[in-house]
């Protein structure tokens, strides 16, 4: 699991291009190596042609994603994980909620998330069998 980055503003097509290059590729590199795939949903500024070609001068993999398909990615339910343990706890200011978001999120035990890639796993074939027939 990557880290969270707290985004400032609007997050445009310049901004996620940003992330992009100082924080999910170090992070890749660092955690993942070479050959992985990288997964991000169909939002418009991820298609942007300017994401697309810096993907490509990279040569990252990128998985296509199927159009309204939330079922297959695990993070909706990951978000649910800090928004659980922080429903409540009051914080002063942004700043101060980051804290604890970024505190929650790297509690967020391995087993969670291998539990949801598993149920991930499942949806995907069933999807798959609905696309088929």
């Not at 400032?8 to 070479?34: E, F, N, S, T, W």
């Not at 999120?105 to 949806?123: A, V, Y």
């Amino acid at each position: 699991m990557g880290p969270i980055h707290h985004i400032k503003g609007i997050l445009d097509r310049k901004a996620y291009l940003d992330i992009l290059k100082k924080v999910m590729l170090p992070h890749a590199r660092r955690a993942l190596g070479q050959g992985s795939t990288f997964q991000e949903d169909n939002d418009p500024k991820h298609r942007s042609s300017d994401v697309q070609q810096w993907f490509r001068r990279r040569r990252i993999t990128r998985l296509d994603w199927p159009s309204q398909s939330p079922d297959l990615n695990i993070i909706e339910p990951l978000w649910n994980e800090p928004k659980k343990r922080l429903a409540g706890k009051l914080a002063r200011n942004v700043d101060e909620k980051f804290a604890q978001i970024k505190e929650e999120w790297s509690n967020i035990p391995q087993t969670t998330i291998d539990r949801l890639i598993e149920s991930m796993q499942m949806s995907g074939c069933n999807t798959c069998k609905r696309l088929c027939y």
